[in-house]
């Protein structure tokens, strides 16, 4: 039979240890009871927006030689109107890098919204950007990027409602700058 030596602890060390332990115990139990989002915070949306679906993709010239691109999307699920604006900026920064013309425009819509062109005006955009590559030939722009969305919900006609945003041109900037 192995002799083991015999090891000797102070009391002080015992409860000390004894007490980080029933700390750390209680702190996981904690957490586990009350749940994650609670005790480290809600997950922060994606910077870049929601899966999307491209409905129509347009490229016309304007009488005074322009050229602009419309593109009608549809999110793949319902969302909230400041995650549709980060899908239409994310599109339309793609769509300007892909394509030479002089406006980009995107325009979101519901899941349930309309498929026909004529349909797709109004409240059933529930967001919209606009990107100016060219100022100089676009002289009624007044900024680089414009960007409004409707901060309600869509209804089962694929029509929104609630009180259509405009944020400024700094608050666009932010939002680009966050993606990635």
């Known amino acids: 039979m192995a002799r083991f030596p015999r090891l000797k602890i102070s009391r002080r060390i ?26 480290l915070g809600s997950a922060k949306p994606a910077p870049t ?12 010239k304007t009488p005074s030689n322009r050229l602009w691109l419309r593109k009608y999307i549809k999110t793949d699920e ?16 793609l769509a300007a890098k892909a394509n030479k013309v002089d406006l980009v425009q995107v325009n979101v819509l519901d899941p349930n919204g309309p498929s026909a062109r004529a349909e797709m005006r109004g409240r059933t955009i529930g967001a919209q950007v606009t990107i100016g590559l060219d100022l ?17 919900a869509a209804g089962s006609d694929g029509e929104y409602h609630g009180d259509l945003v405009a944020p400024g041109l700094d608050d666009l900037r932010s939002l680009v700058q966050a993606m990635s």
């Open 49 to 60: 927006g929601v899966e999307c679906t491209t409905v129509l993709t347009m490229i016309s």
């Open 14 to 39: 015992v409860f000390a240890i004894a007490g980080t332990l029933a700390l750390m115990g209680g702190s996981g139990a904690a957490a586990f009871y009350v749940g994650a989002d609670a005790v």
């Open 78 to 93: 319902a969302v909230d109107g400041e995650k549709r604006l980060i899908t239409a900026l994310r599109i339309a920064g």
């Open 136 to 152: 100089e030939r676009l002289p009624e722009l007044k900024a680089p990027v414009i960007g409004k969305y409707y901060n309600g």
